[in-house]
């Protein structure tokens, strides 16, 4: 996991550590370490192709259904 090191150097004597921590935040998400991290965190077995069509017509209907109640003023 270490991979890529991430450093933070001090502009100069003056600034404060806020704005280091910040910078250092900002890096760490351009990098996208955390994100490979949380993604190597768990590990799903990959789906079947029936298995990804099934849940894609699942999510439309659920859609639909939610969008028609919405048309009919319900929650």
Not at 14 to 38: C, D, P, W, Y
Not at 60 to 71: P, Q, S, T
């Amino acid at each position: 996991m270490m991979g890529s090191m991430i450093k933070v150097t001090r502009k100069d004597q003056n600034e404060a550590n806020e704005n280091i921590i910040r910078r250092f935040n900002r890096k760490v998400l351009q990098s996208g370490v955390m994100a490979t991290a949380k993604e190597s965190m768990r590990f799903s077995k990959p789906i079947s192709k029936r298995e990804r069509r099934a849940k894609a017509i699942l999510r439309e209907k659920r859609k639909a259904e939610k969008a028609e109640r919405m048309k009919l003023g319900l929650k």
